[in-house]
């Protein structure tokens, strides 16, 4: 995972977590259409209409604000500092990181209205065409197993103790070539090596779904916070994954305006909140 085991599980900040007395600091990725004191805000409310299950109780009275963090990497440093007192990420990536840090454990589970993964375009021509192509494919590895089967071998129940392997992308002479954004900052569903070479799911989708369409891809390596102006500006034409909610309150918050995204690749609905031992 990009700049992750690298820097952050050779060199650990010894800094102990301790809650503050009335607040307890959680970090989370940075979310595109919402800002950091809007989201906490809205936070406190849907708190109250969820099930939130705790390993230890909170001292009486206590609030949670929320800090937005624009890679992964900076969000456990944040923890590791203690800048932190926790960080809320989906299930199986929160499982990834407990299985190569032993220094974090769950602090809490939060089940939620299911969330999805999805493909992100622009609201132009380009995008909508690259939008229904990316559905059929999708669709169609659905259909076939292709789907389940990639997300029970990198995510699920990937069985692995090494980093997962590159996947190499098929060539296609004369077709066209599409530039796809990914972030490492989500593994093992987005992830990026040490190396800087995207590796795992996202590139097994991206490789299936490109046999499908007959197109060549280029990856792109871009941060959390870079996924849509990477799109705006045109530097790549689709970014690997946006994060869209069933709850109609939480909808939107991490898809800014002209964006449209593909049919949902991952879904979860538990959250993990992860803290320092």
Known sequence: MKRFLCA??????????V???DSLKIGVLTKL????????KLMQGLRLRKREYRTSPNPEGISYTYRFYDTLTA?????????????QIPEDVAKYVLSYNKSYEISAINVKAKDYLSLGFNDNEKGRKLQSLFNDALITMENDGRLAALTSLYVTD???????EAIRFEHFDGAETISVAVTGDMPPIDFIAADGVP???????????????KVNVKLVNVDTIARAASL?????????????SSDPQEQNFDIP???????PYYSWDKMYSLKKK
């Not at 952050?8 to 977590?17: F, K, T």
């Not at 990937?158 to 997962?164: H, L, R």
Request: with cysteine; proline share 3%; net charge negative.
């Open 199 to 213: 590796a795992g799911f996202n590139t097994a989708i991206l490789a299936e779904a490109a046999k499908i369409m």
């Open 232 to 244: 705006v500006s045109g530097h790549v034409d689709v970014v690997f994954w946006f994060q869209i």
């Open 75 to 87: 969000m456990l440093m944040a923890l590791n500092s203690g800048e932190i007192d926790e960080i």
């Open 158 to 164: 990937p069985g692995i103790d090494d980093e997962p």
């Open 33 to 40: 259409n919402v800002t950091q004191e809007d989201f906490e």
């Open 8 to 17: 952050v599980l050779v060199v650990l900040v010894m800094a102990s977590c």
């Open 257 to 263: 305006q002209g964006i449209i995204l593909s049919e």
């Open 19 to 21: 809650y503050a007395a």
